[in-house]
């Protein structure tokens, strides 16, 4: 069963450029996760997704950040414009469905804002 | 709000010795709890998920116990073998909605 892909795994870009991250889930899974995961810190909740419908999207700084779920499956997460305070590993994730939580997670992608 | 803390932040073991995580939570009233694997600059791998009604699950190894009355968790690891060198990061799942609350996790380091 292939896992949760994500691109690109590394991006460097200068503080007010945009930047978008792509997540593939596990195939059938109705749910998908992004977080914020800082050095050092555990993964922060970003935004999820039931569906192409947000379940839950109270950490996400709306200002700078946008997310989208087209047609339920695949997931692009946007930052523009960054803030230096963005560097991190951003994670998707992955569940069948939220009852069963059990997540899946993609490599991540690791984010360097100069 | 829910606060996960997980002690130590670090350790290191000589390779056989058996060791235990530790993971706290402040509000009891979780869904369950998830014990997760990160290496270098990989993703996260499952390791075991409690579900609120039970004590504890085993894998191989690995056994984690919950103790929701408490706040507690434990991940115990029997006979650490070198490839067992990773952050170790507990979660808890407040609904059925899935969002998890993640400690900032254990460094292991099981020295050969």
């Known amino acids: 069963e292939a896992g949760v892909a994500q691109s690109p795994r590394y991006k460097i870009i200068e503080k007010r450029q945009s930047v978008a991250f792509w997540c593939n889930p596990i195939s059938g899974h109705a749910t998908l996760y992004w977080y914020q995961q800082i050095l050092g810190q555990g993964p922060k909740l970003l935004i999820q997704?039931?569906?192409?419908?947000?379940?839950?999207d109270s950490q996400l700084p709306k200002d700078r950040f946008s997310a989208e779920r087209l047609k339920g499956v695949d997931s692009t997460l946007k930052i523009q414009p960054a803030k230096l305070e963005d560097s991190a590993v951003y994670l998707c994730?992955?569940?069948?469905?939220?009852?069963?939580?059990?997540?899946?997670f993609g490599p991540g992608t690791r984010l360097t804002v100069l | 709000k829910q606060e996960v803390t997980q002690i130590p932040a670090a350790l290191s073991v000589p390779e056989g010795e058996n060791l235990v995580l530790n993971c706290s939570f402040t509000d009891s009233a979780i869904y369950n709890l998830q014990w997760f694997r990160q290496d270098p600059g990989k993703g996260l791998t499952s390791l075991l998920l409690i579900q609120s009604s039970q004590r504890e699950q085993t894998s191989g190894r690995l056994n984690a116990s919950l103790d929701k009355s408490s706040g507690r968790s434990t991940l115990y690891i029997a006979a650490s073998q070198p490839g067992d060198s990773a952050t170790y990061l507990c979660?808890?799942?407040?609904?059925?909605?899935?969002?998890?609350?993640f400690g900032q996790g254990t460094t292991l380091q099981v020295k050969p």
């Open positions: 979660a808890v799942s407040l609904s059925n909605t899935g969002k998890l609350i």
């Open positions: 994730a992955s569940s069948l469905l939220s009852g069963y939580n059990e997540q899946f």
């Open positions: 997704f039931q569906n192409n419908g947000v379940v839950d």
